[in-house]
């Protein structure tokens, strides 16, 4: 007798698609879920309500900061024109146009400390004038006057007349504009009895 052979069941086909997650993985894990943002949820408006506080919090705190900062107090102008005086070196080398920008800044720088201790615009005066202002100042002596008037007279024939000039006269003549600076802060208040 010859033995039946039983008929081999058929291969099943691979599954073409995945089967759905199930709601719970293992252990209670889930995917991470992102926050759906909405106009109708209470966190959004807390959320923007929170920023803008505390944006208007830094605003108001700088403006309170910028508001209580004092504002620097303005320099003393008979401090800004001492020191720019002092200042003034003649150039090296001494020769052509810086020579007579030299003395045109000297005499600017002395007769911006005249307008401020004696009272009236000597930036703007001609000579003539500046001479006539400076014979009114009861302060100062004869001397001194006249010495000051030379200076003016010279410093404009080197500015504007191209006279000849020389380093030891500019360094002579800014000496002597310092020594009577000096003296003006000693004694502006009473006048000069002598040189």
């Given at each position: 007798?010859?033995q039946?052979?039983?008929?081999?069941p058929?291969?099943?086909?691979?599954?073409?698609?995945?089967?759905?997650?199930?709601?719970?993985?293992?252990?209670?894990?889930?995917?991470?879920?992102?926050?759906?943002?909405?106009?109708?949820?209470?966190?959004?408006?807390?959320?923007?309500?929170?920023?803008?506080?505390?944006?208007?919090?830094?605003?108001?705190w700088?403006?309170?900061?910028?508001?209580?900062?004092?504002?620097?107090?303005?320099?003393?102008?008979?401090?800004v024109?001492?020191?720019?005086?002092?200042?003034?070196?003649?150039?090296?080398?001494?020769?052509?146009?810086?020579?007579?920008?030299?003395?045109?800044?000297?005499?600017?720088?002395?007769?911006?400390?005249?307008?401020?201790?004696?009272?009236?615009?000597?930036?703007?005066?001609?000579?003539r004038?500046?001479?006539?202002?400076?014979?009114?100042?009861?302060?100062?002596?004869?001397?001194?006057?006249?010495?000051?008037?030379?200076?003016?007279?010279?410093?404009?024939?080197?500015?504007?007349?191209?006279?000849?000039?020389?380093?030891?006269?500019?360094?002579?003549?800014?000496?002597?504009?310092?020594?009577?600076?000096?003296?003006?802060?000693?004694?502006?208040?009473?006048?000069?009895?002598?040189?």
């Amino acid at each position: 007798m010859s033995q039946q052979v039983a008929p081999v069941p058929p291969i099943p086909a691979a599954p073409t698609s995945v089967p759905a997650e199930p709601d719970h993985l293992p252990h209670d894990i889930r995917e991470l879920i992102p926050y759906v943002w909405s106009w109708g949820d209470w966190r959004t408006w807390a959320l923007l309500a929170a920023a803008i506080l505390l944006l208007a919090a830094l605003l108001y705190w700088l403006w309170k900061r910028r508001k209580a900062a004092p504002p620097p107090a303005p320099e003393d102008p008979l401090l800004v024109a001492n020191r720019y005086l002092q200042g003034l070196t003649p150039p090296h080398p001494f020769v052509g146009k810086a020579k007579s920008e030299y003395f045109y800044q000297l005499s600017f720088g002395l007769r911006r400390y005249l307008e401020l201790t004696c009272g009236f615009s000597a930036t703007e005066m001609t000579l003539r004038e500046l001479r006539a202002q400076l014979q009114a100042l009861p302060q100062f002596s004869t001397e001194r006057k006249q010495d000051m008037s030379r200076f003016f007279e010279r410093s404009d024939l080197i500015k504007f007349a191209k006279a000849e000039t020389s380093l030891q006269e500019a360094t002579e003549s800014h000496e002597k504009i310092l020594l009577w600076i000096k003296w003006w802060n000693q004694t502006i208040d009473t006048p000069e009895t002598g040189s």
